[in-house]
């Protein structure tokens, strides 16, 4: 594995990850629950691709 590139203290360095999924879980979350992960899957694949 290598380690991320920021510096130490760096805030930025997985800025766009972390946004990404809070914004998938905000998204996510007013759907309510999936009975099944291969549901779940789906709405996740929907939602990247959508």
């Known amino acids: 594995m290598r ?3 920021g510096r ?3 805030c930025h360095d997985s800025a766009v990850a ?4 809070a914004s998938l ?3 996510m979350c007013h759907l ?3 009975a099944t992960r291969a549901e779940a899957r789906v709405a996740v694949v929907d ?3 959508g």
Do not use: A, I, R
């Open 3 to 5: 380690p991320s590139v």
């Open 32 to 34: 309510g629950s999936f």
């Open 18 to 21: 972390e946004s990404f999924f």
């Open 8 to 10: 130490t203290g760096s």
């Open 25 to 27: 879980k905000d998204e």
């Open 47 to 49: 939602y990247v691709e």
